[in-house]
């Protein structure tokens, strides 16, 4: 029997466009890539949104694109992970937000919840707000206060008066047992400039002792502000509302960022026992938690870091599988940390070839790209490796130019590399698997507006196998069937790589082989 190896090509920012102007694609012709998709296995995967863990409506990256194909796994980044887990019911079941609502219970104490209000959700979400007051509603919790920072950046520079007027709105309407009971401008409370005793002690201080402007209409205060010509939401002097508010001895405190930089500082000032910035006053037997983890330190967390026990590479390393992995410099990390999982030191048999920064002008990448399928070309001839990760990283580069005959250009340049490429291919016994992380380079142009476009997008991308055992002309009906059903998502690569091996998937893996399809 003949020892099967696989050659995985990620073109890089390579999306199937959609079937307008925006798509040079369609202005292209693409003889290669058109055989490869009639005669052998093809399909489209999602590779933005969920499927990569990121919020729905969000493109795809470099980053996770490769991660998720390298680990079989979905690492949801907070944002997503934590509605997901709202979604599911999860959350009411959450064994540390449990102990947080027994420990204000057993001593009879409050809950604090400290955060950013704001429009956007880059920091915080408003709906995960609404959803620890209603846990806290459903378990029986009788005081809880709210110390909250108001945006002006993320969100528009005068909006914490509406948000807040919706909030007190929303607490009596639901009957939370919850007041606000100070208030204060993200320059103060979100700094990540070191300046510990100007903003950062104001903001402890406030919520710990109540040390702020005394202030019992924060409505009519706010309007008053909003008079003034160059305030912003951000400047809000630390105000205080309601004498009872402040950190008591046996109180919790959970502060509900999902974002863990901009919130260091202050989560620095509550939960590090050698902090030495500056005087803290002393409270008893405190509970200080967060949502997701913002210190190295040992506290409760109620969404910990998602752990990635295997990859694709280790498993192939472990099973004596030789693997070169090509790229140029600007995606080596791409290679060796994320497609790895996050593991940085060499697998055994696991080797890369590294080119310089591929750049333009047109000439020079090119050049570079040429460069990089001559390598390609002379190692599969060698077939040295059972496994070969090749990136090829210029249709992304072209895709953020907004270049739309740079894009034609290079989009049949590339098809005619992958032509030389295909008539070695059936002479060896590697499997080609042609991906691409995400899109780019299939939307050059916004079609409502007529202006450039050079962003990924939420584009699924083309899985196609080539396979000389596989090969087989598809009927109209078939392509049409092909051309549009999304069956996967990257996560299933892995799995599809481990079957072509004859390997068993492993019971990490969330993914399935695609080939159950073909």
Do not use: W
């Not at 979604?87 to 937000?97: I, M, V």
């Not at 459903?138 to 993320?154: A, C, E, I, K, P």
């Not at 630390?238 to 960022?257: Q, S, T």
């Not at 330190?297 to 998602?306: A, C, G, R, S, T």
């Amino acid at each position: 029997m003949i020892k099967k190896r696989v050659c995985l090509l990620i073109l890089d920012g390579f999306g199937e466009g959609e079937e307008n102007i925006s798509n040079p694609s369609r202005f292209t012709k693409l003889p290669n890539l058109n055989y490869f998709r009639k005669y052998y296995p093809f399909c489209l995967l999602s590779a933005s949104g969920i499927s990569v863990g990121l919020p729905y409506d969000q493109p795809g990256n470099c980053e996770l694109g490769h991660l998720t194909m390298g680990t079989g796994v979905v690492y949801y980044q907070n944002y997503p992970r934590i509605n997901l887990a709202l979604e599911r019911g999860e959350l009411s079941r959450n064994e540390k937000l449990l102990k947080i609502f027994q420990h204000c219970r057993h001593f009879q104490s409050r809950l604090h919840l400290v955060g950013l209000l704001s429009e956007s959700v880059s920091k915080t979400d408003i709906n995960h707000l609404d959803a620890l007051l209603d846990l806290a509603n459903q378990q029986n919790l009788s005081r809880v206060y709210l110390h909250l920072f108001t945006d002006g950046l993320d969100s528009p520079p005068k909006s914490a008066l509406n948000l807040i007027q919706k909030l007190q709105e929303k607490i009596r309407e639901k009957k939370y047992p919850a007041k606000i009971a100070s208030l204060c401008g993200r320059f103060y409370a979100l700094d990540e400039t070191q300046d510990y005793l100007f903003k950062t002690q104001k903001v402890f201080l406030l919520i710990v002792e109540g040390k702020g402007l005394k202030v019992t209409d924060p409505i009519a205060f706010l309007k008053e502000k909003y008079q003034q010509p160059n305030f912003n939401d951000s400047l809000l002097e630390p105000i205080f509302l309601e004498d009872d508010g402040f950190v008591k001895d046996n109180d919790a405190l959970l502060f509900f960022h999902f974002e863990n930089k901009s919130i260091f500082q202050l989560a620095n000032a509550f939960l590090n026992p050698d902090f030495k910035e500056f005087k803290r006053p002393s409270r008893k037997n405190l509970l200080i938690a967060s949502l997701t983890r913002y210190l190295n330190l040992d506290y409760p967390v109620i969404f910990e870091e998602q752990k990635i026990l295997t990859n694709l590479t280790r498993v192939l390393a472990e099973n004596k599988l030789k693997q070169l992995k090509l790229t140029d410099v600007s995606k080596e990390n791409i290679l060796k940390y994320y497609f790895n999982g996050f593991i940085t030191e060499e697998h055994p048999g696991e080797i890369y070839k590294i080119f310089p920064a591929f750049e333009l002008p047109q000439e020079k990448l090119i050049q570079q790209t040429k460069e990089f399928f001559d390598a390609l070309t002379l190692t599969l001839q060698e077939g040295d490796f059972d496994f070969i990760l090749a990136n090829l990283p210029t249709f992304d580069i072209v895709g953020h130019q907004g270049d739309f005959q740079l894009a034609i250009y290079f989009l049949e340049k590339v098809d005619e590399f992958l032509g030389q490429i295909y008539k070695i291919l059936i002479k060896t016994n590697y499997v080609l698997l042609i991906t691409s992380d995400h899109g780019n380079i299939e939307k050059m142009v916004n079609p409502q507006t007529g202006q450039k476009d050079t962003f990924h997008n939420l584009s699924p991308v083309p899985f196609y196998l080539i396979a000389e055992e596989r090969k087989k002309e598809k009927t109209k009906e078939e392509l049409a069937f092909y051309n549009k059903k999304i069956l996967g998502s990257l996560v299933d690569i892995a799995p599809t790589i481990l079957e072509i091996f004859n390997l068993p998937s492993v019971r990490e893996f969330e993914g399935k082989s695609l080939l159950r399809y073909f």
